[in-house]
T-cell receptor, first 114, second 110 residues
Framework: GAGVSQSPRYKVAKRGQDVALRCDPI?????LFWYQQALGQGPEFLTY????????KSGLPSDRFFAERPEGSVSTLKIQRTQQEDSAVYLC????????????FGPGTRLTVL | GQNIDQPTEMTATEGAIVQINCTYQ??????LFWYQQHAGEAPTFLSY??LDGLEEKGRFSSFLSRSKGYSYLLLKELQMKDSASYLC???????????WGLGTSLAVNP
């Protein structure tokens, strides 16, 4: 399909483990966003890329969270030394241009930290 | 600061009309979005308002009043498949990021 894909769909990690979550945006989409969504809550902004440039990382909750998009397409969100409060669904979204309004979301990765 | 309020839950009957309200407080308002999210699925885009007035798209309409910091999503001819969470989100300034409400869980009953 031509939509946003994310992998893995589900991830169980032991507290203290590092995890890497992958996002494949729609081909040609300039903007890429990462969100964290806790159960029953709205998404919380984490970070935003325009091509390979990370223009806003104000939502990353701590320095354990790191995101990259080295070639302006695929993005990886890495969480180091995971903690139980990191358990959530991590959503990736992309949009066509810098000024484009509609964001297309991937299915999310559900992270459970034990 | 920025704040978005919407009701937590609503219930409606199949075939009826329902209005979901959203109020916001933000500086540098630059657009309001409505998304639909079914349980366990990703949000999907419904509408975007940046100017005052009503935007209609099929069974769904969205209204914005910037002076009042108020929007609503109107769903007509409700169907069972409309049971979902409806998320209001606001963009402020030139920043691309969206500030999201907690969502309104709508249950459509037969």
């Amino acid at each position: 399909g031509a939509g946003v894909s994310q992998s893995p769909r589900y991830k169980v990690a032991k507290r203290g483990q590092d995890v890497a979550l992958r996002c494949d945006p729609i081909s040609g989409h300039v903007s890429l966003f990462w969100y964290q969504q806790a159960l029953g809550q709205g998404p919380e902004f984490l970070t935003y890329f325009q091509n390979e440039a990370q223009l806003d990382k104000s939502g990353l909750p701590s320095d354990r969270f790191f995101a990259e998009r080295p070639e302006g397409s695929v993005s990886t969100l890495k969480i180091q030394r995971t903690q139980q409060e990191d358990s959530a669904v991590y959503l990736c979204a992309s949009s066509l241009g810098r000024g484009d309004n509609e964001q297309f979301f991937g299915p999310g990765t559900r992270l459970t930290v034990l | 600061g920025q704040n978005i309020d919407q009701p937590t839950e609503m219930t409606a009957t199949e075939g009826a009309i329902v209005q979901i309200n959203c109020t916001y407080q933000t500086s540098g308002f630059n657009g309001l979005f409505w998304y639909q999210q079914h349980a366990g699925e990703a949000p999907t885009f419904l509408s975007y308002n940046v100017l005052d007035g009503l935007e209609e798209k099929g069974r769904f309409s969205s209204f914005l009043s910037r002076s009042k910091g108020y929007s609503y999503l109107l769903l007509k001819e409700l169907q069972m498949k409309d049971s979902a969470s409806y998320l209001c989100a606001v963009r402020a300034g030139n920043n691309r990021k969206l500030i999201w409400g907690l969502g309104t869980s709508l249950a459509v009953n037969p």
